[in-house]
């Protein structure tokens, strides 16, 4: 029997990108609104490097929201990546969301990103974040702004810390995306793999302790993953970095930053398993790897000639 003979509405999927500047909470607003940590968080620029995928059931609908890296100007090979991944990602989507922090408004690459909208012909919303900041006039001519520059279909303001407007937000796309079949099963909140979330885990606790020392490019990979007969898990994790100064910051004097590292992502990643969790941290130095076309294809990236 079908879901409408049932008398049930029936079920919708669909993916939604989240684009916007670095830093905008794109990661904050995806966690949230999943009910559970898919993507990394930290107060440093362009922390979200490859795509990643969140998964949301609401109101008989799947939302598949993509969580894009930053959109800036890029610099250097990595930078081009991330921000094709970007744009990529809002080309593939059903419904494009531009976040846009409302404490900074349409300032630098903002401004860009208006301007390059006209070419995604898919839905366009406008969020206006961190609204918990701002007084309502400020937020009321930073929409008509918006507005007028871009044909969205409509604007949310939200708080994507608090959860403030983000159970509008749902409702809306819950009955906005195209009727279907799940793409996932309903227990699912992500793509992404436990070994590689291991790994962001770990590179946010670095970024978190480090992020006034330590240059973004830095690297981690999840060697080893054993599960043990006692049903706890053994992992292994290499942190590149590219220059022996750096590796000296990673370790810290007689090691005690890499053993706080490693604590704080052990404690994480065993409440993500809900099982032990035995983590052996390596740091080694690989210079330049930025250029190296494995390693983007362990970030999910393509490698820009």
Same mark, same amino acid.
């Given at each position: 029997?079908?879901?409408?003979?049932?008398?049930?509405?029936?079920?919708?999927?669909?993916?939604?990108?989240?684009?916007?500047?670095?830093?905008?909470?794109?990661?904050?607003?995806?966690?949230?609104?999943?009910g559970?940590?898919?993507?990394?968080?930290?107060?440093?620029?362009?922390?979200?490097?490859?795509?990643?995928?969140?998964?949301?059931?609401?109101?008989?609908?799947?939302?598949?929201?993509?969580?894009?890296?930053?959109?800036?100007?890029?610099?250097?090979?990595?930078?081009?990546?991330?921000?094709?991944?970007?744009?990529?990602?809002?080309?593939?989507?059903?419904?494009?969301?531009?976040?846009?922090?409302?404490?900074?408004?349409?300032?630098?690459?903002?401004?860009?990103?208006?301007?390059?909208?006209?070419?995604?012909?898919?839905?366009?919303l406008?969020?206006?974040?961190?609204?918990?900041?701002?007084?309502?006039?400020? @937020?009321?001519? $930073? !929409?008509?702004?918006?507005n +007028?520059?871009?044909?969205?279909?409509r604007?949310?303001? %939200? &708080?994507? *810390?608090?959860?403030?407007?983000?159970?509008?937000? @749902?409702?809306? $796309? !819950?009955?906005?995306?195209? +009727?279907?079949?799940?793409?996932?099963?309903?227990?699912? %909140? &992500?793509? *992404?793999?436990?070994?590689?979330?291991a790994?962001?885990?770990?590179?946010?606790?670095i970024?978190?302790?480090?992020?006034q020392?330590?240059?973004?490019?830095?690297?981690?990979?999840?060697?080893?993953?054993?599960?043990?007969?006692?049903?706890?898990?053994?992992i292994?994790?290499?942190i590149?970095?590219?220059?022996?100064?750096?590796?000296?910051?990673?370790?810290?004097?007689?090691?005690?930053?890499?053993?706080?590292?490693?604590?704080?992502?052990?404690?994480?990643i065993?409440?993500?398993?809900?099982?032990?969790?035995?983590?052996?941290?390596?740091?080694?130095?690989?210079?330049?790897?930025?250029?190296?076309?494995?390693?983007?294809?362990?970030?999910?990236?393509?490698?820009?000639?």
């Amino acid at each position: 029997m079908s879901a409408a003979q049932e008398g049930e509405r029936p079920t919708g999927s669909g993916f939604v990108a989240l684009i916007g500047a670095t830093n905008a909470g794109k990661s904050t607003l995806l966690n949230r609104l999943v009910g559970a940590k898919v993507s990394i968080v930290t107060h440093k620029v362009q922390t979200t490097r490859a795509m990643v995928r969140g998964i949301a059931t609401h109101d008989n609908a799947q939302i598949v929201f993509l969580d894009t890296p930053g959109i800036f100007r890029p610099r250097r090979r990595l930078d081009k990546a991330m921000v094709a991944t970007a744009w990529g990602g809002a080309k593939d989507a059903d419904i494009v969301a531009l976040l846009v922090d409302a404490e900074r408004g349409l300032k630098g690459d903002t401004q860009a990103i208006l301007d390059n909208l006209a070419d995604i012909r898919q839905p366009k919303l406008l969020i206006l974040n961190k609204i918990d900041r701002v007084k309502p006039e400020k @937020l009321l001519a $930073l !929409a008509a702004e918006a507005n +007028e520059r871009a044909g969205f279909e409509r604007t949310f303001m %939200i &708080s994507a *810390l608090t959860g403030s407007g983000c159970d509008d937000l @749902l409702d809306y $796309l !819950a009955k906005a995306l195209p +009727e279907g079949p799940w793409y996932y099963p309903e227990d699912q %909140i &992500s793509d *992404l793999p436990m070994r590689q979330l291991a790994a962001e885990i770990t590179r946010e606790k670095i970024f978190l302790r480090l992020h006034q020392e330590l240059p973004y490019a830095i690297h981690v990979e999840t060697e080893k993953w054993e599960e043990l007969k006692n049903g706890s898990v053994r992992i292994e994790q290499v942190i590149y970095v590219e220059r022996e100064s750096q590796k000296k910051i990673v370790l810290g004097h007689k090691g005690e930053t890499i053993r706080a590292i490693g604590q704080a992502a052990r404690a994480e990643i065993a409440e993500i398993l809900e099982q032990p969790v035995h983590l052996f941290l390596f740091v080694k130095v690989r210079g330049n790897w930025g250029d190296d076309p494995e390693r983007y294809r362990e970030m999910g990236l393509e490698f820009p000639q």
